[in-house]
Nanobody, 121 residues
């Protein structure tokens, strides 16, 4: 069984910064791609940023230049540094990780429960 636990959300003023963390634990052989998604009220969940095992990153146009995704493979943890936050960044942020539980298994996407980020003055 695998768990993803996000932390670091909260209330911040426009222009401020937050750093999200997501730690994976449990029966893990290898974690391939990891990523952050978000869902605002009344909207569909959208991809924010992704990072491969080797460190290749992709970002949505709405956060490019403001957010930075990184990972620590030794700690099975992915981070999202969010700068210059805007009210439209307000959402529940979810962590995703494609995890193999053994060398013989295929990767399975796993999700955290989410952490709320609110950008407001």
């Amino acid at each position: 069984q695998v768990q993803l636990v996000e932390s670091g959300g909260g209330l911040v003023q426009p222009g401020g910064s937050l750093r999200l963390s997501c730690a994976a634990s449990g029966s893990i052989f290898r974690i391939n791609a990891m990523g952050w998604y978000r869902q605002a009220p009344g909207k569909q969940r959208e991809s924010v940023a992704n990072i491969t095992f080797g460190g290749r990153t992709t970002y949505s146009d709405s956060v490019k230049g403001r957010f930075t995704i990184s990972r620590d493979n030794a700690k099975n943890t992915v981070y999202l540094q969010m700068n210059s936050l805007k009210p439209e960044d307000t959402a529940v942020y979810y962590c995703n990780a494609d995890i193999e539980i053994s060398r013989y298994s295929s990767e399975v996407p796993n999700w955290g429960l989410g952490t709320q980020v609110t950008v407001s003055s």
